[in-house]
């Protein structure tokens, strides 16, 4: 009988590496420079696998139930036809008109209810970090000074940790604007000030009155095309050169 340790450290790498070897059996394998992206020997299928949701793109519907009846025969699976969600995000396609929307509906509004010790905002807030005033002239590329800002209690402290661990994910997957508030006072985190709770403060501003982004992505026939090269010792001593460029071009 076969069994397992509960909270074994390495049970995610070994179901991962369990899941390929039964994979390569019925033609599915990994790509070597892509961890996560899996595609079949023949048929026009790839997927990508996040832990355990499958993403996954294909031609013909029956080429996709080959690989929906591969993993049946080993684990319980759940199969949403539409596409809807896939890694805690909504995906709206719209196939006809050739573009899809991607967004995280309500995520903003629960991360927000956590914090209850921040009040709504009486007015918008339409900027989520607040920059470094613009200099003009010939001191404009003089350092600003350091505010000196009395430091917060580890109560605080925790306080800041927790808003940057409920938005990043967020800010990486959906909505990018915050991203640079976010940075900024991530590098703040482990000494934070009265000056980093301002920040923190604007920024859930910001997400009261911003809290439903949405990324839409449009069919294009474009692709990235690289080309480069390199040659051996071909400079003075005994260097080498290395060059390339890239572009945008149909297929």
Not at 32 to 45: A, D, E
Not at 75 to 85: N, S
Not at 166 to 189: G, K, N, P, V
């Amino acid at each position: 009988m076969r069994t397992r340790m509960y909270g074994l450290p390495q049970s995610g790498m070994l179901s991962n590496k369990l899941l390929k070897e039964r994979l390569e059996d019925y033609g599915y394998h990994e790509l070597p420079h892509t961890p996560g992206l899996f595609k079949h020997n023949s048929r026009p299928v790839s997927f990508s696998l996040v832990v355990d949701d499958f993403g996954i793109k294909y031609i013909g519907k029956e080429n996709a139930l080959h690989l929906i009846n591969a993993l049946e025969d080993f684990y319980d699976v759940e199969v949403d036809w539409k596409g809807a969600l896939y890694c805690g995000i909504t995906l709206d396609w719209h196939y006809q008109d050739k573009y899809v929307d991607i967004s995280m509906p309500n995520y903003v509004h629960k991360q927000l209810q956590r914090y209850s010790r921040h009040d709504t905002p009486k007015r918008p807030q339409h900027c989520p970090f607040e920059p470094n005033p613009i200099k003009y002239g010939k001191n404009s590329d003089n350092i600003d000074p350091e505010i000196q800002s009395p430091a917060v209690g580890k109560a605080d402290q925790k306080y800041i940790q927790q808003v940057i661990g409920s938005f990043l994910y967020y800010a990486r997957a959906i909505d990018m604007t915050i991203l640079m508030a976010l940075s900024a006072i991530a590098a703040e985190q482990s000494k934070p000030t009265e000056k980093t709770m301002q920040r923190v403060k604007q920024l859930l501003d910001y997400m009261h009155s911003n809290p439903n982004a949405v990324i839409r992505f449009r069919a294009s026939d474009m692709i990235l095309n690289i080309h480069s090269d390199a040659s051996y010792l071909t400079a003075s001593r005994a260097r080498s050169r290395a060059g390339g460029y890239f572009f945008l071009g149909s297929l």
